[in-house]
């Protein structure tokens, strides 16, 4: 990581690098476990003092990966890339970790080989946003773990926006635009199912009808402002609009799409390292694509 200190008065290394999330316990990790601080090219302690356009550079030590995760040598379809993050257009069909009965079909097993095959020092998988395995779109994975408790900490602080396209056969309200706030819990009896019910936790979701494709077809926008399982499916089930395809709430099957009609379809986030202001795009997954040509629809928006 590379930092310029810009002020005109002078700080301490320590407290500049607090400012940048840097903590003094991963202080502690960078002093004693092989970590580096350098400024305009020579190692310094924390105490040094910095100048105005000092250039520093933070070397994090190497994380041990401990896990036995099985390489999956699919095709990655990476989005964005930079020493700290790696965002991707996750398919449908995989599980974002592994799970009990599918230790080799996840996410995580394709970015272990596309680690391994990049030869990238640290090979530790840290997913930061999940999404259902039969949900596609853009997720993002941390390259190291100040990675991923920095944005985690954006995600907390409501600072990440992930936006869904998402296609009914009915549609949510009147309204075009609205909000659904209603708490989301297990469904008793079921360890998969989720429901409305008082005893759920606060659940906001936002929505914009962007388009209807034909008389019984609805394109949505969709802003999660909390992160509940399965949250838009059970939001529009519970407003008599489940979504296409997604059986488990409610939806019609409409072949050939096989799963629920749900795609990530952006990201914007202020890279909490670099400070740059993203937004990734992810493009509609072939499978939904190839099931609106066959409903006789233009992909107008995304």
């Given at each position: ?20 999330g840097i903590s003094r316990r991963l202080l502690n990790q960078i002093k004693y476990h092989g970590g580096k601080i350098i400024v ?199 407003q008599g609009a489940p979504l296409v395809g997604d059986t488990l709430y409610g939806g019609n099957a409409r072949p050939p799409l096989?799963?629920?009609a749900l795609h990530c379809c952006s990201l914007s986030f202020t890279h909490p390292i670099t400070r740059e202001a993203l937004h ?23």
């Open positions: 990581m590379e930092f310029q200190w810009r002020a005109h008065q002078s700080m301490y290394v320590r407290s500049f690098l607090k400012g940048r305009n090219g020579h190692p310094e302690t924390v105490k040094y003092t910095l100048q105005v356009g000092d250039i520093v550079q933070v070397t994090l030590p190497p994380e041990q990966d401990t896990s036995v995760l099985a390489f999956d040598h699919g095709e990655l379809p990476v989005l964005y890339e930079d020493d700290h993050y790696l965002i991707i257009n996750k398919p449908p069909g995989l599980t974002s970790i592994p799970v009990y009965y599918d230790d080799t079909n996840s996410i995580a097993n394709w970015v272990k080989a596309y680690y391994e095959s990049h030869h990238y020092e640290n090979q530790v998988i840290h997913i930061v946003t999940r999404l259902d395995r039969l949900t596609s779109g853009g997720m993002v994975i941390a390259k190291h773990r100040f990675a991923h408790t920095l944005l985690e900490d954006l995600m907390l602080a409501g600072d990440v926006t992930k936006v869904y396209t998402a296609y009914t056969n009915h549609p949510v309200s009147s309204d075009k635009h609205g909000w659904i706030e209603a708490p989301i819990g297990r469904k008793d009896g079921s360890i998969i199912e989720r429901c409305v019910t008082p005893a759920g936790k606060p659940a906001k979701t936002e929505y914009w009808m962007e388009e209807k494709l034909k008389s019984d077809l609805y394109q949505y926008r969709v802003q999660i402002h909390t992160g509940r399982t399965h949250q838009i499916r059970v939001h529009f089930a519970h096989n799963r629920q990734i795009t992810a493009p509609l997954s072939s499978d939904i694509r190839e099931w609106l040509q066959t409903e006789g629809v233009t992909i107008l928006k995304q």
